[in-house]
């Protein structure tokens, strides 16, 4: 069957024969993709906690630019649902006419109405994959407008909206991405059990919010204004209500919550913060992580909606971590990468030592990679004649800090139709079960930065052809060391690489074409 669709020629149908043109087809189809096609389909266990998965996370879904600015937009929530994402964030503010509104509170950022957002989420929640999706809630409402924000939700989600919990499922504990397939859940503020107040509960300020304000404190800049809301403090009943599994809390620290558990409450840190907690205490957090949520966000003070490096978040077990969607960049290859496989449903299992550390041993890999050519690189800059790329290859390892590495090949001069390398590039990967692998294509420059090309990530796991190894010793080196499981092996074999813009675009018929072989240590 596989030679019947590579067939061209009536003649070599006839002899059962495949031709060279049909040869090259199969190598550029993909059974010739190094990127396991069995991985396309939903292919692990989806019946573990939601705090064992790794989940596609946005940070200020609403903005299609910066986040001083830029345009705030109902198809930027489209777009990020239809790129697997499964937690979108809503900054939610008090509208002029009773309506809450979505938009980066206090700059020059367009509004959309609250309503609006509800609907496209409605719209677009499960198109791409029917695993839940997560509104994390930033709220600066009212009372009033926070029942009316229940009320949207409600009305517009009707059912697909988790307002109890899953019934015979203990509510103290974390349902499964299986059990909750076609809901939407809300991480909010949430008024404790006992609270008799008619209208609402005085609660600590948001998370977030307090944090970015503690970080523009610390770094001096004043903007001459405070960030206040209408009852802001406050949370009203209706609201309460529709949060269920996500109650967001301020992190009440590591040593609390290590001997007090609770699954079902959230805790949100900015990347630098989240960098403290790894550089100071990188096991316990990576404990925490193996019952509970977190949510890692970019700076505040990044004006031009940058991001941060997933990877060291994800090495520690944090779930979603959330960055801007709308700026490209390598931050937005990786996290395209990571979610890449398991049918791009927006939750990756997390590796066994990330689900139940501390972990005994690594199953460490050589990995070599034979960049051999490549083929129709684009012009960089198509009103020149003389805009030919000089290209190179770069292949990244991206992991914990001990598998962190990357080499690169020499360029050819004026040849983007079919550069021949033949350079072998080799690494020594540790911990496999979390690595990332990017392939770049760079116009190198004498004179100035080199000039992008294109690129491909896709995690080690999911290269074509794999199968599991020996394992090694412990490595007192690595930040976690993950138990013995089924290590990582890749059956060595000729794959082409289909290279992507900066935007994730496809950038066909551009492609790589490398050998791969992957051997345990």
Not at 4 to 10: A, K, N, T
Not at 18 to 40: K, P, R
Not at 477 to 494: F, K, W
Request: aromatic share 6%; with cysteine; hydrophobic share 35%.
């Amino acid at each position: 069957a596989l030679c019947d669709s590579h067939r061209c020629v009536p003649a070599a149908r006839q002899q059962d024969l495949m031709m060279l043109d049909g040869f090259m087809m199969y190598l550029l189809s993909a059974n010739g993709d190094i990127f396991n096609q069995e991985h396309t389909k939903v292919h692990q266990d989806m019946t573990q906690p939601l705090c064992h998965y790794f989940i596609s996370s946005s940070h200020n879904t609403y903005l299609t630019h910066n986040q001083i600015g830029g345009t705030s937009s109902t198809e930027a929530y489209v777009r990020a649902l239809m790129a697997g994402c499964r937690c979108v964030e809503l900054d939610c503010w008090e509208g002029s006419d009773g309506e809450p509104i979505v938009y980066h509170g206090h700059t020059l950022t367009s509004k959309i109405l609250f309503r609006d957002v509800i609907e496209s989420i409605r719209d677009y929640a499960f198109k791409r994959s029917p695993y839940p999706v997560i509104l994390s809630l930033e709220n600066h409402c009212g009372l009033e407008q926070q029942a009316t924000m229940a009320q949207h939700m409600k009305a517009i989600l009707g059912d697909v909206l988790l307002t109890q919990p899953l019934e015979g499922q203990d509510p103290h504990s974390l349902p499964s991405p299986e059990q909750l397939k076609g809901k939407i859940l809300v991480k909010g503020k949430k008024l404790p059990d006992s609270w008799h107040e008619s209208r609402g509960v005085t609660s600590p300020p948001d998370p977030e919010e307090e944090e970015e304000e503690q970080e523009e404190e610390e770094e001096k800049l004043q903007e001459g204004r405070t960030r206040q809301a209408k009852d802001a403090s406050q949370v009203a009943p209706e609201l309460s209500a529709v949060v269920v599994y996500c109650k967001a809390v301020p992190f009440p620290g590591l040593a609390h919550v290590l001997h007090h558990p609770r699954p079902c409450e959230v805790s949100s840190f900015s990347e630098r913060k989240a960098r403290k907690l790894i550089k100071e205490a990188g096991p316990a957090l990576v404990q925490y992580h193996s019952r509970q949520l977190s949510r890692v966000y970019p700076l505040g003070l990044k004006m031009n909606s940058s991001n941060y490096n997933p990877q060291e978040m994800w090495n520690a077990g944090c779930q979603l971590v959330a960055l801007n969607f709308q700026t490209p960049g390598y931050e937005m290859d990786l996290n395209a990468g990571r979610f890449l496989g398991n049918g791009h449903c927006g939750y990756v299992l997390k590796p066994l030592c990330l689900r139940s550390p501390p972990g005994e041993g690594s199953h460490r890999l050589a990995l070599h990679i034979r960049v051999i050519t490549a083929q129709q690189l684009p012009k960089l800059n198509r009103d020149k004649g003389s805009s030919i790329v000089d290209p190179f290859v770069r292949v990244e390892v991206h992991g914990v800090p001990a598998d962190c590495s990357k080499q690169q090949t020499h360029h050819k001069i004026n040849n983007g139709f079919n550069p021949r390398w033949e350079e072998t590039l080799s690494f020594a990967v540790r911990v496999p079960e979390l690595a990332l692998l990017r392939f770049v294509v760079e116009d190198y420059d004498s004179t100035s930065c080199n000039d992008f090309v294109g690129q491909f990530t896709l995690p080690l796991a999911s290269i074509r052809e794999g199968a599991w190894v020996s394992p090694q010793p412990p490595l007192e080196t690595l930040m976690v060391s993950p138990p013995p499981s089924q290590p990582l092996s890749v059956s060595p074999g000729y794959r082409h690489i289909h290279l992507l813009a900066k935007d994730g675009a496809s950038l066909a018929p551009a492609t790589l074409f490398v050998h791969v072989r992957c051997k345990s240590l």
